[in-house]
């Protein structure tokens, strides 16, 4: 009975405190379901360190900031027109519920955790890289505490650290198996999405920089009951394994780490949406950057200027065009290439880096009205100027 009156409250306060998303409702049918926001968190931070390895040289929080920088900055050069959140990008102290407030308040269709995962006092012991959506461990014959009990257990105590959070997270413990129960509320929300872009990651991450995959579960993990979107919760190693602590601790592996998720994102959002990433070249060489507030590229990434004419679909040097830009590649391709789908391509050389625009005119306003078609076949396109050469965003 104590257990029957526990959830009737706690479902009661899930709809009066609005935790019960707008999500639920279903959009109109002629509205297109796209991927346009994205949050990724990483885990711990400030005063909350995550777990440390045993010489006390590295600590989680500074190893998955790391890795959600990398993240973001794949993504966004992947799709410009995209909202990528961080949901800390310094070394701070971030409470579970605001991480998920964060996500919430911006509406956002993805919500991506990072963390390492250990095993407390082990100098070897597990291995690998596993994948969490919200529900509750069920297995026949197997209580609560059966399975990834330890990893929940660790990743929601870190309510401990915030003031008054029985208050916060109603009543909430995270030592005591009957606050689990209310978790089972919003388990199915977004489950079939969240378990998805799971197997995305878990795929994409084989045979990576930590080879092994611990597979994917179903965990009560905090952070994710708290968010009202498809959201999922990457263990990326043991701290506690040598061979994995090895791996996290170079750039590369973190590099890899990163890479890997950013290509379980770019197919769950061709799946989502049909959208696809702009292709970039491999950057030895420092790669172009944008002046903050204005779109330009800068002198570190300084673009080639061409005198090459209209007959290649290249304009011609000091002529000022505007359209739809679709993709930036090393590759230089043809018009007919299939990618366009038909579509009449300008293609400016710019630095290492072929762009392909679309509707280009020389009058703005007709670009803009041409972009609205472009966009139709490719969601992820932005409005561009190209001028002696130079490509800019219009803002």
Sequence with gaps: MKIVSKILALSIALTVTGTCPEAFAQKPDNTKLTLSTVVIDAGHGGKDP?????????QEKDIVLDIAKRLSSKIKEGYPGMKVIMTRSTDKFVELN??????????????????VNSVEGKRTGPNGYSVHILGQFTSKNKDLYAGNMNVVQRENSVITLEDDYSTKYEGFDPS???????MNLMQNAFLEQSFKFAQDVDQAMKGGAIAASRGISQDPILVL??????AVLVECGYMSNPNDRAAIRTEKGRDKIADDIYEAFKKYKKDYDGSVAIESASKPEKEAETE????KETAAGQIEKTEKTEKDGTPVTGECIYGTQVLASSKDMSEDDPFFKGEKVTKVLSGRLYKYVLGAS????????????????FPDS?????ENGEVSIVR
């Design 362 to 377: 020389s009058d703005l306003a007709e670009a803009k009205a041409k972009q609205k078609t472009v966009r139709q076949k």
């Design 98 to 115: 605001e991480r998920a407030g964060i996500a919430n308040r911006n509406k956002a269709n993805l919500f991506i955790s990072i963390h």
């Design 225 to 230: 009951w708290k968010t009202a979107m498809p």
């Design 176 to 182: 005591n198996p009957e606050s689990y129960i209310f």
């Design 50 to 58: 995550g777990c440390i390895s045993l010489d006390n040289k590295t």
């Design 292 to 295: 903050e507030g204005t779109g």
């Design 382 to 386: 932005f409005l561009v100027k190209v």
